[in-house]
């Protein structure tokens, strides 16, 4: 008899993503924080910097978006530091 299978943490956080941007088109929004944090744990204990980083700036942007900017803050000042420190590359 074949082990249970755990479950792909990539697919998991993914399919919570998709449920927030879901739930958020269609108006239904009491879930999207907990589906976007949800996705959020899943990618920063896996360590998957990309995939948790995609996610904070869509929950960010539907956070600006639903009028409460202040909650994304934290999150849009982390990028405009890392703007601040980006170099140019000559054309």
Same mark, same amino acid.
């Given at each position: 008899? *074949? =082990?249970? !299978? !755990?479950?792909?943490? #990539? #697919?998991?956080?993914? %399919?919570?993503? +998709?449920? =927030?941007?879901? *739930?958020?088109?269609?108006?239904?929004?009491?879930? &999207?924080? @907990?589906? +976007? =944090?949800?996705?959020? $744990?899943? +990618?920063?204990? $896996? !360590?998957?910097? +990309?995939? #948790?980083?995609?996610? /904070? /700036?869509?929950?960010?942007?539907?956070?600006?978006?639903?009028? !409460?900017? @202040?909650?994304?803050?934290?999150?849009? @000042?982390? &990028? @405009? =530091? /890392?703007? %601040?420190?980006?170099?140019? &590359?000559?054309?």
């Amino acid at each position: 008899m *074949d =082990a249970p !299978r !755990r479950p792909n943490p #990539l #697919l998991q956080g993914h %399919a919570l993503r +998709f449920r =927030a941007q879901i *739930d958020a088109s269609r108006g239904q929004e009491e879930h &999207v924080d @907990d589906a +976007f =944090a949800g996705a959020e $744990t899943i +990618f920063r204990e $896996t !360590r998957m910097p +990309f995939h #948790l980083g995609v996610t /904070l /700036l869509e929950h960010g942007e539907w956070l600006t978006g639903t009028g !409460r900017p @202040d909650e994304a803050r934290p999150w849009l @000042d982390r &990028v @405009d =530091a /890392l703007e %601040a420190t980006r170099t140019t &590359v000559p054309a």
